[in-house]
Protein backbone atom coordinates (compact mmCIF):
# COMPACT_ATOMS: atom_id res chain seq x y z
CA UNK A 1 0.00 0.00 0.00
CA UNK A 2 1.28 3.14 -1.17
CA UNK A 3 1.77 6.47 1.23
CA UNK A 4 -1.24 8.22 -0.68
CA UNK A 5 -3.27 5.51 0.27
CA UNK A 6 -2.20 5.47 3.59
CA UNK A 7 -3.01 9.46 3.75
CA UNK A 8 -6.43 8.77 1.97
CA UNK A 9 -7.48 6.01 4.12
CA UNK A 10 -6.43 8.10 7.59
CA UNK A 11 -8.44 11.18 6.20
CA UNK A 12 -11.28 8.52 5.34
CA UNK A 13 -11.17 6.73 9.03
CA UNK A 14 -11.43 10.39 10.62
CA UNK A 15 -14.82 11.65 8.55
CA UNK A 16 -16.18 7.71 9.02
CA UNK A 17 -15.63 8.14 12.62
CA UNK A 18 -17.87 11.33 12.79
CA UNK A 19 -20.40 9.51 10.32
CA UNK A 20 -20.82 6.79 13.31
CA UNK A 21 -22.05 9.64 16.02
CA UNK A 22 -24.68 10.62 13.22
CA UNK A 23 -28.18 9.70 14.53
CA UNK A 24 -29.84 7.81 12.10
CA UNK A 25 -32.75 8.38 9.89
CA UNK A 26 -36.23 6.31 10.14
CA UNK A 27 -38.30 5.02 7.86
CA UNK A 28 -41.36 2.57 6.91
CA UNK A 29 -42.38 -0.51 5.44
CA UNK A 30 -43.79 -1.11 1.92
CA UNK A 31 -42.67 -4.33 -0.02
CA UNK A 32 -43.23 -2.45 -3.46
CA UNK A 33 -40.52 -1.30 -5.20
CA UNK A 34 -42.36 1.69 -6.68
CA UNK A 35 -42.91 3.30 -2.76
CA UNK A 36 -40.12 5.15 -0.58
CA UNK A 37 -39.49 6.77 2.71
CA UNK A 38 -39.41 10.16 3.00
CA UNK A 39 -39.55 12.37 5.86
CA UNK A 40 -39.55 16.28 7.01
CA UNK A 41 -36.22 16.95 5.33
CA UNK A 42 -36.70 15.54 1.96
CA UNK A 43 -38.09 16.87 -1.05
CA UNK A 44 -39.97 15.69 -4.36
CA UNK A 45 -41.27 17.03 -7.38
CA UNK A 46 -44.62 17.22 -6.08
CA UNK A 47 -43.99 16.84 -2.16
CA UNK A 48 -46.56 14.09 -1.67
CA UNK A 49 -44.93 11.37 -1.32
CA UNK A 50 -45.75 8.16 0.80
CA UNK A 51 -43.94 6.24 3.69
CA UNK A 52 -42.11 3.09 3.75
CA UNK A 53 -40.22 1.30 5.96
CA UNK A 54 -36.46 -0.55 5.64
CA UNK A 55 -36.93 -4.39 5.31
CA UNK A 56 -38.91 -6.01 8.61
CA UNK A 57 -36.03 -7.51 10.40
CA UNK A 58 -35.42 -7.12 13.96
CA UNK A 59 -31.51 -7.35 14.22
CA UNK A 60 -28.86 -8.46 16.98
CA UNK A 61 -26.40 -5.83 17.77
CA UNK A 62 -23.19 -6.70 16.94
CA UNK A 63 -21.07 -2.90 16.48
CA UNK A 64 -19.42 -1.41 18.97
CA UNK A 65 -21.55 1.06 20.96
CA UNK A 66 -20.02 4.08 19.08
CA UNK A 67 -21.16 2.92 15.69
CA UNK A 68 -24.96 3.07 17.05
CA UNK A 69 -26.73 5.34 15.15
CA UNK A 70 -24.95 5.58 11.77
CA UNK A 71 -25.83 3.80 8.36
CA UNK A 72 -23.03 1.39 8.98
CA UNK A 73 -22.15 -1.04 6.52
CA UNK A 74 -18.91 0.65 5.74
CA UNK A 75 -15.45 1.32 6.29
CA UNK A 76 -14.18 1.52 9.82
CA UNK A 77 -11.77 3.73 11.92
CA UNK A 78 -9.98 1.26 13.38
CA UNK A 79 -9.18 -0.78 10.15
CA UNK A 80 -8.51 2.68 8.29
CA UNK A 81 -6.40 3.80 11.16
CA UNK A 82 -4.33 0.50 11.59
CA UNK A 83 -4.01 -0.29 7.78
CA UNK A 84 -2.72 3.19 7.95
CA UNK A 85 0.26 2.58 10.39
CA UNK A 86 1.36 -0.66 8.51
CA UNK A 87 4.62 -0.07 6.22
CA UNK A 88 4.69 -1.37 2.80
CA UNK A 89 5.95 -5.00 2.89
CA UNK A 90 3.22 -5.90 5.87
CA UNK A 91 0.43 -4.26 3.37
CA UNK A 92 1.24 -5.86 0.46
CA UNK A 93 1.36 -9.56 3.38
CA UNK A 94 -2.17 -8.32 4.76
CA UNK A 95 -3.46 -8.56 1.11
CA UNK A 96 -2.40 -12.01 0.53
CA UNK A 97 -4.57 -13.52 2.80
CA UNK A 98 -3.57 -16.65 4.59
CA UNK A 99 -6.44 -18.34 3.36
CA UNK A 100 -5.03 -18.96 0.11
CA UNK A 101 -0.99 -18.26 0.31
CA UNK A 102 -1.73 -17.93 -2.90
CA UNK A 103 0.49 -15.28 -5.03
CA UNK A 104 -1.30 -13.43 -7.86
CA UNK A 105 2.52 -12.50 -9.56
CA UNK A 106 3.91 -16.03 -9.88
CA UNK A 107 1.18 -16.66 -12.44
CA UNK A 108 1.17 -15.39 -16.30
CA UNK A 109 -1.94 -13.42 -16.17
CA UNK A 110 -1.46 -11.88 -19.30
CA UNK A 111 -3.02 -15.09 -20.93
CA UNK A 112 -6.49 -16.48 -20.22
CA UNK A 113 -4.16 -19.60 -19.46
CA UNK A 114 -2.59 -17.89 -16.84
CA UNK A 115 -6.29 -16.87 -15.13
CA UNK A 116 -7.20 -20.06 -15.14
CA UNK A 117 -4.28 -21.39 -13.91
CA UNK A 118 -4.09 -18.54 -10.57
CA UNK A 119 -7.84 -19.76 -10.42
CA UNK A 120 -7.33 -23.31 -9.86
CA UNK A 121 -4.69 -22.89 -7.43
CA UNK A 122 -6.16 -20.54 -5.58
CA UNK A 123 -9.44 -22.56 -5.05
CA UNK A 124 -7.14 -25.76 -4.19
CA UNK A 125 -5.71 -23.37 -1.40
CA UNK A 126 -9.30 -22.96 -0.11
CA UNK A 127 -10.17 -26.21 -0.35
CA UNK A 128 -7.24 -27.50 1.42
CA UNK A 129 -7.94 -24.99 4.21
CA UNK A 130 -11.67 -25.91 4.32
CA UNK A 131 -11.05 -29.25 4.34
CA UNK A 132 -8.71 -29.50 7.45
CA UNK A 133 -10.84 -27.36 9.16
CA UNK A 134 -13.38 -30.17 8.38
CA UNK A 135 -11.38 -33.51 8.96
CA UNK A 136 -10.78 -32.07 12.13
CA UNK A 137 -13.71 -31.87 13.76
CA UNK A 138 -13.42 -28.12 13.98
CA UNK A 139 -15.33 -27.05 11.35
CA UNK A 140 -18.23 -28.78 9.03
CA UNK A 141 -22.07 -29.73 10.38
CA UNK A 142 -21.09 -31.21 14.34
CA UNK A 143 -22.73 -33.54 16.61
CA UNK A 144 -25.08 -31.05 17.86
CA UNK A 145 -26.59 -29.95 14.63
CA UNK A 146 -24.33 -26.48 13.98
CA UNK A 147 -22.13 -25.59 11.03
CA UNK A 148 -19.09 -24.32 12.14
CA UNK A 149 -16.64 -22.78 9.42
CA UNK A 150 -13.71 -20.22 9.97
CA UNK A 151 -13.75 -17.07 12.09
CA UNK A 152 -16.27 -18.02 13.79
CA UNK A 153 -19.23 -18.32 11.12
CA UNK A 154 -21.78 -20.51 12.63
CA UNK A 155 -25.09 -21.42 11.20
CA UNK A 156 -27.48 -23.67 13.91
CA UNK A 157 -28.84 -26.32 11.37
CA UNK A 158 -31.32 -27.87 13.92
CA UNK A 159 -33.62 -24.61 12.91
CA UNK A 160 -34.09 -25.73 9.08
CA UNK A 161 -37.05 -27.44 8.15
CA UNK A 162 -37.91 -30.94 8.97
CA UNK A 163 -37.83 -31.48 5.16
CA UNK A 164 -35.01 -29.57 4.25
CA UNK A 165 -31.99 -31.31 2.30
CA UNK A 166 -28.64 -30.82 1.82
CA UNK A 167 -28.13 -31.63 -1.91
CA UNK A 168 -31.69 -30.20 -3.19
CA UNK A 169 -31.37 -28.65 -6.36
CA UNK A 170 -28.56 -31.45 -7.54
CA UNK A 171 -29.37 -33.87 -10.02
CA UNK A 172 -27.19 -36.50 -11.84
CA UNK A 173 -26.61 -34.17 -14.69
CA UNK A 174 -27.52 -30.51 -13.25
CA UNK A 175 -26.55 -27.93 -10.82
CA UNK A 176 -29.68 -25.44 -10.49
CA UNK A 177 -29.65 -22.12 -9.50
CA UNK A 178 -32.92 -20.33 -9.11
CA UNK A 179 -32.72 -16.57 -9.98
CA UNK A 180 -34.85 -13.39 -9.85
CA UNK A 181 -34.29 -10.40 -11.80
CA UNK A 182 -35.69 -7.16 -13.58
CA UNK A 183 -36.25 -7.61 -17.21
CA UNK A 184 -39.14 -5.25 -18.09
CA UNK A 185 -39.71 -1.86 -16.83
CA UNK A 186 -36.83 1.40 -16.00
CA UNK A 187 -34.19 -1.53 -14.95
CA UNK A 188 -35.24 -3.66 -17.59
CA UNK A 189 -31.26 -2.96 -18.96
CA UNK A 190 -30.15 -5.30 -15.71
CA UNK A 191 -31.83 -7.99 -17.74
CA UNK A 192 -28.34 -8.60 -19.59
CA UNK A 193 -26.52 -9.71 -16.66
CA UNK A 194 -28.99 -12.87 -16.76
CA UNK A 195 -28.25 -13.22 -20.26
CA UNK A 196 -24.18 -13.01 -19.86
CA UNK A 197 -24.45 -15.51 -17.01
CA UNK A 198 -26.09 -17.89 -19.33
CA UNK A 199 -23.40 -17.43 -21.54
CA UNK A 200 -20.75 -18.17 -18.56
CA UNK A 201 -22.67 -21.53 -17.96
CA UNK A 202 -22.81 -22.38 -21.81
CA UNK A 203 -18.74 -21.86 -21.61
CA UNK A 204 -18.44 -23.79 -18.57
CA UNK A 205 -20.39 -26.43 -19.43
CA UNK A 206 -19.27 -26.98 -22.82
CA UNK A 207 -15.75 -27.53 -20.96
CA UNK A 208 -16.95 -29.87 -18.62
CA UNK A 209 -19.07 -28.11 -16.19
CA UNK A 210 -18.45 -28.47 -12.15
CA UNK A 211 -18.32 -32.10 -10.50
CA UNK A 212 -19.09 -33.35 -14.03
CA UNK A 213 -22.49 -31.59 -13.79
CA UNK A 214 -24.09 -29.34 -16.48
CA UNK A 215 -24.78 -25.40 -14.44
CA UNK A 216 -28.84 -24.70 -14.86
CA UNK A 217 -29.91 -21.03 -13.99
CA UNK A 218 -33.56 -20.71 -14.05
CA UNK A 219 -34.20 -17.09 -14.33
CA UNK A 220 -37.88 -15.00 -13.19
CA UNK A 221 -38.84 -11.82 -14.30
CA UNK A 222 -40.11 -9.84 -11.04
CA UNK A 223 -40.13 -6.87 -13.01
CA UNK A 224 -38.03 -4.87 -9.89
CA UNK A 225 -41.78 -5.56 -8.19
CA UNK A 226 -40.99 -6.89 -4.69
CA UNK A 227 -44.21 -8.32 -4.32
CA UNK A 228 -43.54 -10.29 -7.33
CA UNK A 229 -40.08 -11.15 -5.89
CA UNK A 230 -41.86 -13.01 -3.30
CA UNK A 231 -43.77 -15.21 -5.42
CA UNK A 232 -40.67 -16.79 -7.59
CA UNK A 233 -38.79 -17.25 -4.39
CA UNK A 234 -41.64 -19.60 -3.37
CA UNK A 235 -42.12 -21.10 -6.60
CA UNK A 236 -37.82 -21.70 -7.36
CA UNK A 237 -38.08 -23.32 -3.63
CA UNK A 238 -41.33 -25.37 -3.98
CA UNK A 239 -41.60 -26.50 -8.07
CA UNK A 240 -38.65 -25.71 -8.99
CA UNK A 241 -36.24 -26.98 -5.91
CA UNK A 242 -33.27 -25.00 -6.62
CA UNK A 243 -30.23 -25.89 -4.90
CA UNK A 244 -29.35 -21.79 -4.02
CA UNK A 245 -31.42 -18.59 -4.95
CA UNK A 246 -29.89 -15.42 -6.51
CA UNK A 247 -31.77 -12.52 -6.34
CA UNK A 248 -31.16 -8.52 -8.11
CA UNK A 249 -32.32 -5.08 -6.37
CA UNK A 250 -32.20 -3.77 -2.82
CA UNK A 251 -36.17 -3.77 -2.14
CA UNK A 252 -36.39 -7.22 -4.11
CA UNK A 253 -33.68 -9.35 -1.39
CA UNK A 254 -34.83 -7.78 1.53
CA UNK A 255 -38.29 -8.55 0.95
CA UNK A 256 -36.98 -12.49 0.81
CA UNK A 257 -33.93 -12.86 2.81
CA UNK A 258 -35.70 -13.61 5.84
CA UNK A 259 -37.58 -16.50 4.17
CA UNK A 260 -34.16 -17.90 2.69
CA UNK A 261 -32.41 -17.67 5.33
CA UNK A 262 -34.97 -19.72 7.52
CA UNK A 263 -35.21 -21.94 4.24
CA UNK A 264 -31.38 -23.04 5.07
CA UNK A 265 -30.83 -22.00 1.35
CA UNK A 266 -27.41 -20.18 0.11
CA UNK A 267 -28.46 -17.03 -1.56
CA UNK A 268 -24.93 -16.04 -2.53
CA UNK A 269 -23.56 -12.63 -4.13
CA UNK A 270 -27.17 -10.95 -4.72
CA UNK A 271 -26.89 -7.96 -7.17
CA UNK A 272 -27.03 -5.19 -5.20
CA UNK A 273 -24.35 -2.91 -2.66
CA UNK A 274 -27.17 -2.50 0.26
CA UNK A 275 -24.99 -2.63 3.44
CA UNK A 276 -27.36 -5.30 4.94
CA UNK A 277 -25.92 -8.68 2.85
CA UNK A 278 -22.88 -7.96 5.27
CA UNK A 279 -24.69 -9.40 7.79
CA UNK A 280 -23.33 -13.07 8.45
CA UNK A 281 -24.39 -13.94 12.36
CA UNK A 282 -28.00 -12.98 11.62
CA UNK A 283 -28.43 -13.86 7.33
CA UNK A 284 -25.56 -16.70 7.02
CA UNK A 285 -26.89 -17.76 3.81
CA UNK A 286 -26.53 -14.53 2.29
CA UNK A 287 -24.07 -12.75 1.04
CA UNK A 288 -23.65 -9.39 -0.95
CA UNK A 289 -20.68 -9.25 -4.24
CA UNK A 290 -20.33 -5.41 -4.91
CA UNK A 291 -19.15 -2.82 -2.65
CA UNK A 292 -21.73 -1.56 -0.29
CA UNK A 293 -23.76 1.49 -0.77
CA UNK A 294 -22.51 3.04 2.63
CA UNK A 295 -19.17 2.99 1.17
CA UNK A 296 -19.74 4.81 -1.77
CA UNK A 297 -21.61 7.71 0.06
CA UNK A 298 -18.24 8.34 1.98
CA UNK A 299 -16.01 8.11 -0.41
CA UNK A 300 -17.99 10.73 -2.42
CA UNK A 301 -18.21 12.71 0.50
CA UNK A 302 -14.36 11.94 0.70
CA UNK A 303 -13.79 13.29 -2.69
CA UNK A 304 -15.81 16.78 -2.43
CA UNK A 305 -13.75 17.32 0.46
CA UNK A 306 -10.01 16.84 -1.13
CA UNK A 307 -11.25 18.65 -4.81
CA UNK A 308 -13.25 21.48 -3.90
CA UNK A 309 -11.65 22.42 -1.08
CA UNK A 310 -11.88 26.46 -1.92
CA UNK A 311 -15.53 25.98 -2.26
CA UNK A 312 -16.43 24.26 1.00
CA UNK A 313 -19.18 24.09 2.89
CA UNK A 314 -20.93 23.16 -0.40
CA UNK A 315 -24.50 22.28 -0.98
CA UNK A 316 -25.02 18.74 -2.50
CA UNK A 317 -28.78 17.37 -4.06
CA UNK A 318 -29.36 14.09 -4.64
CA UNK A 319 -31.98 12.24 -6.87
CA UNK A 320 -32.85 9.20 -5.25
CA UNK A 321 -34.98 6.24 -6.50
CA UNK A 322 -37.69 6.13 -4.25
CA UNK A 323 -37.29 2.47 -2.56
CA UNK A 324 -35.63 0.91 -0.26
CA UNK A 325 -32.35 0.72 -2.51
CA UNK A 326 -32.28 4.61 -3.08
CA UNK A 327 -32.95 5.11 0.60
CA UNK A 328 -29.65 3.23 1.25
CA UNK A 329 -27.57 5.85 -0.53
CA UNK A 330 -29.47 8.70 0.84
CA UNK A 331 -29.10 7.58 4.30
CA UNK A 332 -25.49 6.95 4.04
CA UNK A 333 -24.68 10.39 2.46
CA UNK A 334 -27.13 11.99 4.85
CA UNK A 335 -25.02 10.35 7.76
CA UNK A 336 -22.08 12.08 5.89
CA UNK A 337 -23.23 15.77 5.58
CA UNK A 338 -24.37 15.38 8.88
CA UNK A 339 -21.33 14.63 10.56
CA UNK A 340 -19.50 16.82 8.50
CA UNK A 341 -21.05 20.69 8.60
CA UNK A 342 -17.64 21.94 7.29
CA UNK A 343 -18.19 20.10 3.95
CA UNK A 344 -21.71 19.84 3.03
CA UNK A 345 -23.53 22.79 4.24
CA UNK A 346 -26.79 21.32 3.12
CA UNK A 347 -28.19 17.86 1.49
CA UNK A 348 -30.98 18.22 -0.75
CA UNK A 349 -32.49 14.50 -1.31
CA UNK A 350 -35.46 14.40 -4.19
CA UNK A 351 -36.85 11.45 -4.99
CA UNK A 352 -38.57 9.87 -7.93
CA UNK A 353 -40.52 6.92 -8.89
CA UNK A 354 -38.52 4.18 -10.01
CA UNK A 355 -41.17 3.89 -12.83
CA UNK A 356 -41.37 7.31 -14.21
CA UNK A 357 -40.91 8.23 -17.48
CA UNK A 358 -39.20 11.27 -17.01
CA UNK A 359 -37.35 13.47 -14.32
CA UNK A 360 -38.03 16.55 -15.37
CA UNK A 361 -39.86 17.75 -12.75
CA UNK A 362 -37.42 16.14 -10.08
CA UNK A 363 -34.29 18.06 -11.85
CA UNK A 364 -36.16 21.24 -11.83
CA UNK A 365 -36.75 21.17 -8.37
CA UNK A 366 -33.38 20.36 -7.69
CA UNK A 367 -31.97 23.09 -10.24
CA UNK A 368 -34.22 25.20 -8.00
CA UNK A 369 -32.24 24.90 -5.00
CA UNK A 370 -29.11 26.09 -6.90
CA UNK A 371 -26.95 22.79 -5.65
CA UNK A 372 -22.97 23.31 -5.97
CA UNK A 373 -23.09 19.20 -6.02
CA UNK A 374 -25.39 16.65 -7.64
CA UNK A 375 -25.63 12.94 -6.82
CA UNK A 376 -27.41 10.53 -9.17
CA UNK A 377 -28.92 8.41 -6.81
CA UNK A 378 -30.74 5.86 -8.72
CA UNK A 379 -30.61 2.95 -10.79
CA UNK A 380 -31.13 1.63 -14.44
CA UNK A 381 -32.59 3.97 -17.12
CA UNK A 382 -33.12 6.67 -14.87
CA UNK A 383 -29.14 6.84 -14.28
CA UNK A 384 -29.19 8.24 -18.00
CA UNK A 385 -32.07 10.55 -17.90
CA UNK A 386 -31.04 12.18 -15.03
CA UNK A 387 -28.09 12.42 -17.15
CA UNK A 388 -30.00 14.01 -19.81
CA UNK A 389 -31.91 15.95 -17.76
CA UNK A 390 -29.45 17.89 -15.80
CA UNK A 391 -27.98 18.69 -19.06
CA UNK A 392 -30.65 20.19 -20.87
CA UNK A 393 -32.18 21.88 -17.63
CA UNK A 394 -28.91 23.98 -17.73
CA UNK A 395 -28.05 22.67 -13.98
CA UNK A 396 -24.59 21.27 -15.19
CA UNK A 397 -23.52 24.44 -16.06
CA UNK A 398 -23.53 25.84 -12.81
CA UNK A 399 -22.87 22.68 -11.05
CA UNK A 400 -19.24 22.08 -9.50
CA UNK A 401 -18.79 18.12 -10.22
CA UNK A 402 -22.30 15.43 -11.03
CA UNK A 403 -21.85 12.01 -9.41
CA UNK A 404 -23.76 8.98 -11.25
CA UNK A 405 -23.55 5.68 -9.07
CA UNK A 406 -21.78 2.85 -9.58
CA UNK A 407 -24.67 0.24 -10.21
CA UNK A 408 -24.74 2.72 -13.85
CA UNK A 409 -21.16 2.46 -14.79
CA UNK A 410 -22.21 0.77 -17.92
CA UNK A 411 -20.80 2.62 -20.71
CA UNK A 412 -23.05 1.29 -23.39
CA UNK A 413 -25.97 0.83 -21.21
CA UNK A 414 -26.29 4.39 -19.21
CA UNK A 415 -22.75 6.50 -20.41
CA UNK A 416 -22.83 6.00 -24.51
CA UNK A 417 -26.47 6.82 -24.84
CA UNK A 418 -26.26 10.30 -23.21
CA UNK A 419 -23.50 11.25 -25.71
CA UNK A 420 -21.68 14.60 -25.16
CA UNK A 421 -24.15 15.38 -21.82
CA UNK A 422 -22.01 12.77 -20.07
CA UNK A 423 -19.03 14.00 -20.48
CA UNK A 424 -17.06 14.46 -17.26
CA UNK A 425 -19.35 13.03 -15.22
CA UNK A 426 -17.55 11.11 -12.08
CA UNK A 427 -18.34 8.04 -10.75
CA UNK A 428 -16.64 6.12 -7.26
CA UNK A 429 -16.87 2.88 -9.77
CA UNK A 430 -16.26 0.03 -6.75
CA UNK A 431 -13.29 -1.02 -9.41
CA UNK A 432 -15.76 -2.81 -11.95
CA UNK A 433 -14.47 -3.27 -15.63
CA UNK A 434 -16.49 -2.74 -18.22
CA UNK A 435 -15.92 -5.03 -21.01
CA UNK A 436 -17.07 -2.35 -23.41
CA UNK A 437 -14.36 -0.11 -22.47
CA UNK A 438 -11.53 0.57 -24.76
CA UNK A 439 -9.16 0.90 -21.49
CA UNK A 440 -9.80 -2.95 -21.40
CA UNK A 441 -11.26 -4.87 -23.89
CA UNK A 442 -7.96 -6.37 -24.86
CA UNK A 443 -7.00 -7.55 -21.51
CA UNK A 444 -6.85 -11.36 -21.99
CA UNK A 445 -10.23 -12.24 -19.50
CA UNK A 446 -12.29 -9.78 -21.17
CA UNK A 447 -10.95 -10.96 -24.48
CA UNK A 448 -11.89 -14.28 -23.34
CA UNK A 449 -15.83 -13.36 -22.56
CA UNK A 450 -16.27 -11.22 -25.79
CA UNK A 451 -15.49 -13.87 -27.64
CA UNK A 452 -17.74 -16.12 -25.81
CA UNK A 453 -20.61 -13.90 -26.48
CA UNK A 454 -19.73 -13.64 -30.09
CA UNK A 455 -19.77 -17.15 -30.75
CA UNK A 456 -23.01 -18.07 -29.54
CA UNK A 457 -24.78 -14.80 -30.95
CA UNK A 458 -24.81 -12.28 -28.51
CA UNK A 459 -23.31 -8.79 -29.17
CA UNK A 460 -19.96 -8.10 -26.97
CA UNK A 461 -20.67 -4.27 -27.01
CA UNK A 462 -23.57 -4.71 -24.57
CA UNK A 463 -21.40 -3.59 -20.88
CA UNK A 464 -24.17 -5.67 -19.16
CA UNK A 465 -23.51 -8.88 -20.66
CA UNK A 466 -20.46 -8.54 -19.56
CA UNK A 467 -21.51 -7.75 -15.60
CA UNK A 468 -23.35 -11.17 -16.16
CA UNK A 469 -19.79 -12.57 -16.24
CA UNK A 470 -18.60 -10.09 -12.73
CA UNK A 471 -21.74 -12.28 -11.04
CA UNK A 472 -21.40 -15.25 -12.78
CA UNK A 473 -17.31 -16.16 -12.15
CA UNK A 474 -16.80 -15.73 -8.52
CA UNK A 475 -20.25 -17.49 -7.73
CA UNK A 476 -19.16 -20.50 -10.12
CA UNK A 477 -15.48 -20.52 -7.97
CA UNK A 478 -17.50 -20.82 -4.93
CA UNK A 479 -19.29 -23.59 -6.09
CA UNK A 480 -16.14 -25.30 -7.54
CA UNK A 481 -14.28 -25.35 -4.64
CA UNK A 482 -17.96 -26.83 -2.55
CA UNK A 483 -17.65 -29.55 -4.83
CA UNK A 484 -13.98 -30.67 -3.57
CA UNK A 485 -15.01 -30.04 -0.13
CA UNK A 486 -15.58 -33.76 1.86
CA UNK A 487 -19.29 -34.48 1.64
CA UNK A 488 -18.76 -32.94 -2.16
CA UNK A 489 -21.56 -30.32 -3.14
CA UNK A 490 -23.94 -29.58 -0.54
CA UNK A 491 -25.40 -26.17 0.49
CA UNK A 492 -23.80 -26.23 3.61
CA UNK A 493 -20.61 -26.99 1.96
CA UNK A 494 -21.28 -23.91 -0.86
CA UNK A 495 -21.52 -21.31 1.69
CA UNK A 496 -18.80 -22.29 3.87
CA UNK A 497 -16.72 -21.77 0.42
CA UNK A 498 -18.36 -18.50 -0.35
CA UNK A 499 -17.67 -17.04 3.07
CA UNK A 500 -13.81 -18.20 2.58
CA UNK A 501 -13.46 -17.01 -0.67
CA UNK A 502 -10.52 -15.21 -1.99
CA UNK A 503 -9.50 -14.94 -4.98
CA UNK A 504 -8.38 -13.03 -7.83
CA UNK A 505 -11.24 -11.65 -10.11
CA UNK A 506 -10.42 -10.35 -13.39
CA UNK A 507 -13.01 -8.14 -13.79
CA UNK A 508 -11.74 -5.98 -11.02
CA UNK A 509 -9.52 -3.44 -11.32
CA UNK A 510 -6.11 -4.42 -10.02
CA UNK A 511 -5.63 -2.99 -6.52
CA UNK A 512 -8.90 -4.10 -4.84
CA UNK A 513 -9.37 -7.48 -3.51
CA UNK A 514 -11.94 -9.86 -3.66
CA UNK A 515 -12.72 -11.87 -0.28
CA UNK A 516 -14.42 -12.43 2.95
CA UNK A 517 -13.56 -14.01 6.08
CA UNK A 518 -16.46 -16.29 7.98
CA UNK A 519 -18.19 -14.27 10.12
CA UNK A 520 -15.61 -11.31 10.57
CA UNK A 521 -15.88 -9.94 7.14
CA UNK A 522 -19.37 -10.08 5.30
CA UNK A 523 -18.47 -8.01 1.49
CA UNK A 524 -15.92 -9.04 -0.89
CA UNK A 525 -15.40 -5.55 -2.17
CA UNK A 526 -13.97 -3.13 -0.05
CA UNK A 527 -12.51 -0.43 -2.05
CA UNK A 528 -12.95 1.39 -5.20
CA UNK A 529 -11.69 3.62 -8.64
CA UNK A 530 -12.62 7.74 -9.14
CA UNK A 531 -12.72 8.11 -12.44
CA UNK A 532 -14.09 10.47 -14.83
CA UNK A 533 -16.13 10.16 -17.80
CA UNK A 534 -14.54 10.92 -21.17
CA UNK A 535 -18.03 10.91 -23.67
CA UNK A 536 -15.15 11.29 -26.81
CA UNK A 537 -13.95 7.65 -26.25
CA UNK A 538 -16.47 6.47 -24.57
CA UNK A 539 -13.99 5.23 -21.44
CA UNK A 540 -13.68 5.75 -18.23
CA UNK A 541 -10.48 7.81 -17.07
CA UNK A 542 -9.50 7.19 -13.44
CA UNK A 543 -8.45 9.96 -11.65
CA UNK A 544 -5.54 9.21 -8.42
CA UNK A 545 -5.21 6.50 -6.79
CA UNK A 546 -7.18 3.19 -6.43
CA UNK A 547 -8.35 2.53 -2.83
CA UNK A 548 -9.15 -0.81 -0.56
CA UNK A 549 -9.45 -1.53 2.57
CA UNK A 550 -10.24 -5.20 2.64
CA UNK A 551 -11.91 -6.66 5.56
CA UNK A 552 -12.30 -3.30 6.94
CA UNK A 553 -15.95 -2.79 6.52
CA UNK A 554 -18.08 -3.68 10.02
CA UNK A 555 -20.78 -6.24 9.49
CA UNK A 556 -23.82 -4.99 9.04
CA UNK A 557 -27.65 -6.16 10.97
CA UNK A 558 -29.77 -3.76 8.89
CA UNK A 559 -32.39 -1.95 11.17
CA UNK A 560 -35.55 -1.24 9.28
CA UNK A 561 -37.05 1.04 12.51
CA UNK A 562 -33.72 3.34 13.15
CA UNK A 563 -33.14 3.07 9.02
CA UNK A 564 -28.95 2.07 9.80
CA UNK A 565 -26.87 -1.22 10.89
CA UNK A 566 -26.68 -1.87 14.45
Request: charged content about 25%; aromatic content about 8%.
Amino acid sequence: MTGSHRRLWRLLALLFAFSLLAAACGGGDDDDAGDGTTDAGTQTADEDMPDEDMADEEMADEAEPEDEGSIGGGITQEALEEDAAEDEEMAEEEMSDDMTAVNPDDFDLSTIDGIWELAAAQRQAIVDKLTAGIESGEWGVGDDGILRGPSGFEIDMNECPADWSDTTGITEDTIRIGQTTVKSGNLAAYGDITVGWENYYEYVNATGGVAGKDMVLISRDDGYVAAQTIEFIDELIESENVFALHTLGSPNTLAVYDQINDECIPQVMVATGHPAWGDPVNHPWTTGLQMSYSTEAILWGNWIKENLADELPVKVAGLVMDNDFGLAYELGFEAYAHANPDVVSEFIPVRHDPAAPTLTNEVTTIAAASPNVFISMTAGNPCLLAIQEVDASGLLDDLSVAFTPSVCKAVAAYMAPAGDSADDWWIVGGGVKDSTDPKHVDEPFISFLRSELADRGLDPEISLLGTGYYFAYPHTEAIRVAAELPGGLTRTNFILAARSLDIYHPLLLDGINFAADGAVDGYYVEGSDFSQYDAAEQTWDIVGDIVDVNGGSPNCAWDKDNGGCR
